[in-house]
């Protein structure tokens, strides 16, 4: 599957941004599919995934009441909805898809396919 994520801009602190991540050469099936940030000098850093077609949903806490993952069917495509956008969001944006278990969700390293980076930033 190839992914390509997009939607990444400039916003304000307290802003908003929706990223998209589109899978062309099949369908996300019974994929997850997550989002990973990584911003300058600092390692990459798990955000959202969901179950593509199941109802597992997880955030990273620092993002938590803030991002919404969410997908559309149709379109084949996940979501990170982003609110109340701070300084420290700020990063490169990487969708990824493939099929972890549960536990390792959050391991970067558990992901088989990867989109290409959004840059999202925030100013203060």
């Known amino acids: 599957v190839q992914l390509q994520a997009y939607g990444g801009g400039l916003a304000q602190a307290g802003g908003s941004l929706r990223l998209s991540c589109a899978a062309s050469?099949?369908?996300?099936?019974?994929?997850?599919v997550a989002w990973f940030r990584q911003a300058p000098g600092k390692e990459r850093e798990f955000v959202a995934a969901l179950t593509w077609l199941g109802g597992g949903i997880l955030y990273t806490d620092s993002v938590k009441g803030r991002f919404t993952i969410s997908r559309d069917f149709a379109k084949n495509t996940v979501y990170l909805q982003m609110n109340s956008l701070k300084p420290e969001d700020t990063a490169n944006y990487y969708c990824a898809a493939g099929r972890p278990i549960f536990s390792a969700w959050t391991d970067g390293d558990s992901w088989n396919y990867w989109g290409q980076g959004t840059l999202v930033t925030v100013s203060s």
């Open positions: 050469g099949r369908t996300f099936g019974d994929y997850k």
